[in-house]
């Protein structure tokens, strides 16, 4: 009995790495190729695969390319809070890139240099040219560790009591810190601008504020939160009962604070005012979210806008110039005005892969359109969790209107904590989840 469950279970391993394991491939030329095997592209690219296949016009194995020389995809910040909270061990926020893409999907495993749009092709920074037919940009956002002074030294420092969430090497950090914490200062910050999952920076302080509490430390730790933005969060339903906990709760608000330097050896903290002003402040512990914005390679090539980012029509998911109309973006590195969240990906998947199967079959778009949905899961202790759902314009829609989503509940904390972990690798980089649609593919028609 015990060997045939061995032989079972063997069978099952050999199986899904047959599925799984990707073939790196030499190829100049492609239908559709995908750069950045995120969430985003992942995701998209099965999704595209499949909906070829769903109107009997299956592709090729291989006819789609993704281009990533990554060696692990990562479940960032959503779950790297629940590592910063003692929650899961950060092992199981990463797993090897090529395990994850199926082998009728072409793998690239380098990175992009240049764009050459006119011509439908891309440079890679071996030298390699390759082409497409239609191109999808989802390559995430870049984090700039280095846009505060000492932050990266303090980051590698273990008594500097600094630590971040927002990097795999140091989201355990946070735990350590925070376990490790008996008394004094604890700061947490967010910068102005953009972010990925804007809740985040609050997310892990309500956690450790919740922690000192259940082990008789809040009243000798003083929590602040730092923020570079003028309120709690975007969304003024949601701000509102934020600012109302952080009031309840005796955590000290500093909205319009940029943390600018950090001089661990004093463990002091430097923040810019939105008046120009200087506050120098003491700390114990500082949980740091870096600024963050678009990537290099992106910066400076013909398909963003001003900004750095992959010029899209928000709607759509389409380039706005009418010459690149065979190029689509979703996710962190695209123009879109909403929250930059693995659940806007989720939205945008089916809405980028109707549109670019309309383009490439009849040479316009379909009807589908993305409205800006996103959500933040924002953890407000443990066991609650206060849902935050809206759209463009910063309008709440919400998945459960039966239900106050303002009012933190645990029920949206194991939705949290235990089945979004589980559909991110089950289903959502397979292309099979698409959240309050469930996981059957959204007809547009």
Sequence with gaps: MLVNRRLAVTSARLTHYSRYSSTYTTSDKYKIVVVGAGNGGLSVANQIYDRFAAAGKSLNPGDIAIIDAAEYHYYQVCVWTLVGSGLRSKSTTRQ??????????AHIPESVKTFSPEGSSLTTTSGRTVSYDALVVAAGLQINWSGIQGLPQALVDSSSGVSSIYSYDTCDKAWNDIESLRNGN??????????????APQKIMWMALDRFKRTSRADKIKVDFYTGMPTMFSVKKYSDVLDRLRQERGVGGHFQHNLISIDSNNHKATFKKADGSIADVDYTTLHVTPPMGPLNFLKDSPIVDSAGWVSI????????????????????????????????????????????????????????????????????????????????????????????????????????????PAAYWNLMVKGKWYGNKTIFRPSFS
């Design 96 to 105: 090897p890139l090529t395990s994850l893409i199926p082998k009728r999907l």
């Design 186 to 199: 604890a700061l947490f910050t967010q910068p102005a601008g953009v972010v990925k999952c804007a809740g």
């Design 313 to 420: 029509d928000p709607g759509t998911l389409q380039h706005t110039k009418p010459e690149y109309s065979n190029i689509f973006a979703l996710g962190d590195c695209s123009s879109a005005p909403t929250s930059k969240t693995a659940t806007a990906v989720i939205a945008q998947a089916p809405v980028l892969t109707e549109n670019l199967f309309s383009v490439m079959e009849t040479g316009k778009v379909s009807s589908a359109k993305y409205d800006g949905y996103t959500s933040c899961p924002l953890l407000t202790g443990y066991g609650e969790l206060l849902l935050a759902e809206f759209k463009y314009g910063l309008e709440p829609k919400e998945t459960f209107p039966w239900m106050d989503q303002s009012k933190p509940n645990r029920f949206f904390y194991h939705l949290k904590k235990d089945l979004f």
